[in-house]
């Protein structure tokens, strides 16, 4: 199969490696992406948390929390100058609020939903109107919604948008102590963007997956060592990916002496409080995540590398 540079780029934007190791990559996995990713990984080339693509689009993630309700949204703009305009930043608002209100499920079921403002039509209607208004083309992205019966519901929202997060706990008592603690893990989940809550969440054929290209990995790197031995790097750094990747796991980020857990805080906070704080539930939305970036200069020097 042909490897073009065009294929080459996304590779490299998805992995960060080096052009040449995404084109041999790409070759020996005969052009299938996933496989091409796995074998960078498996000669050290790549990391498991590199993603594909850049963020590029502009705009902002707003959340919004009602009683026991909630919800998150990510609505899309062309330039950062129109996310900072207050018809914008309103009109997201008010996005959110028609969430909440809705039985909507996608954003394809948002659109066609009656809007509850006072503007008259469905909500496609009035984001025809927004990007006739504001000039620029606007796009609901994505959204989420949570609901809690015996606990609480946490908004955080960082850099004015850029992102945006919301956390839900079940615990039987709520008031300040309770709430700031929630608060500070997801301002947790804003900063080192935890995949999962604990390991429990973490589906086997992922770990049985993983642990398959840590081993080719570690055969590579040390080919003498027996099998006990490789069984046991293998198992060292799945637990650390683990700590990376599962909130409680982690690090707590105001943790003095840097080396408690955000678990270990929360059965602190809990002792305190009298009640447990069980994390549920949390979603965290970055601007523009997953989007490509337009990168005319890269594309020039991958074909140029390419020979092409």
Avoid at 90 to 113: K, R
Wanted: net charge negative; with cysteine; charged share 30%.
């Amino acid at each position: 199969m042909e490897i073009t540079a065009k294929m080459v780029k996304q590779l490299r934007e998805m992995t960060g490696s080096g052009i040449m190791d995404c084109k041999r990559a790409l070759q020996e996995a005969d052009g299938d992406y996933d496989r091409a990713v796995e074998v960078l990984r498996e000669k050290g080339l790549a990391t498991a948390q590199k993603k594909a693509g850049r963020i590029a689009a502009e705009g902002i993630v707003y959340a919004v929390v009602k009683e026991d309700k909630a919800a998150i949204v990510e609505v899309n703009s062309e330039t950062d100058f129109v996310a900072k305009n207050e018809k914008f930043r309103t009109f997201v608002a008010e996005v959110a609020d028609q969430i909440l209100a809705t039985d909507a499920a996608d954003v394809d079921a948002l659109l066609a939903t009656d809007w509850i403002g006072e503007d008259d039509g469905k909500v496609s209607d009035v984001l025809a109107n927004r990007i006739s208004v504001i000039g620029e083309n606007l796009k609901i992205r994505r959204f989420e919604k949570l609901t809690v019966s015996d606990g609480v519901i946490i908004p955080y929202i960082h850099a004015a948008g850029r992102i945006g997060v919301l956390v839900q706990a079940q615990t039987s008592v709520v008031n300040d102590e309770v709430t700031e603690a929630v608060k500070n893990v997801a301002m947790q989940v804003a900063a080192l963007n935890a995949k999962y809550v604990s390991e429990d969440e973490i589906d086997q054929d992922f770990i049985a997956h993983e642990k398959e290209i840590l081993m080719t990995a570690a055969k590579n790197e040390t080919p003498d060592k027996p099998e006990k031995i490789l069984n046991g790097i293998v198992m060292g750094r799945l637990k650390k990916e683990f700590k990376e990747i599962c909130l409680l796991d982690q690090v707590y980020v105001k943790a003095e002496d840097g080396k408690q857990s955000v678990a270990q805080y929360l059965a602190q906070v809990s002792k305190a409080v009298g009640a447990d704080i069980k994390i549920t539930k949390f979603v965290r939305f970055e601007t523009g995540e997953g989007l490509a970036k337009k990168e005319e200069n890269f594309a020039e020097e991958v074909a140029k590398q390419m020979g092409n």
